[in-house]
């Protein structure tokens, strides 16, 4: 005879909830050559991040043109990161406090920066969506989690669908730079 569960009860061995460890918030933002980022910009993002920890180069952004007809030529990627660690469940209030700050510094309705807004863990690196896809987690207020790097083996690995400048491995230094300041602040 089969013994009977009952509704509600967990088995013996599984798993319990229990609050996931505080991630690294970061943003990977995309700009004009030349715009004034620590004047325009990062006192937008601090007073919602708080304090930037981290700047990496500006690198060129051309592996696709799809942000030109509203930012012009000519862009760049540069990654930033917080000091302050949160709770990975703040991603939608991240994302939409920077779509927020993104429209403040419009000019005629059109984008002068697009802040990838996102986190880090020890195991991967998320940016926050507006947009839906195959790979993304939708997570509550019209914002998608998109998972791009993995970190295996002791470096930063693309996944299929990581975005050509993230796969390229364009970013790596900057993502250790701020892996370091994750691991420095987890101790």
């Not at 006192?43 to 919602?48: D, F, G, I, Q, S």
């Not at 304090?51 to 990627?77: C, I, K, N, Q």
């Not at 993104?102 to 195991?123: C, H, I, T, W």
């Amino acid at each position: 005879m089969r013994a009977r569960r009952r509704c509600g009860v967990a088995h013996p061995k599984a798993g319990r909830p229990r609050e996931a460890a505080p991630a690294k918030y970061l943003a990977a933002i995309l700009h004009p050559r030349g715009f004034d980022l620590e004047g325009l910009l990062f006192p937008a993002l601090e007073e919602r991040f708080g304090r930037v920890d981290y700047r990496g180069g500006a690198h060129p952004f051309s592996m696709t043109d799809y942000y030109g007809p509203e930012m012009g030529p000519d862009l760049d990627r540069t990654i930033v990161s917080f000091e302050p660690l949160g709770a990975p469940d703040g991603l939608v209030r991240a994302k939409l406090a920077a779509a927020e700050i993104e429209a403040r510094l419009a000019v005629d309705g059109n984008r002068r920066v697009n802040v990838d807004a996102g986190y880090m863990d020890f195991f991967k690196v998320v940016l926050a969506s507006f947009k839906e896809g195959p790979q993304k987690i939708y997570v509550g207020g019209g914002v998608y989690a998109d998972p791009v790097l993995m970190f295996h083996e002791g470096r930063f690995k693309p996944f299929e669908w990581s975005f050509p400048d993230f796969k390229a491995g364009i970013y790596t230094e900057d993502l250790q730079a701020v892996r370091a300041l994750y691991r420095q602040a987890r101790r």
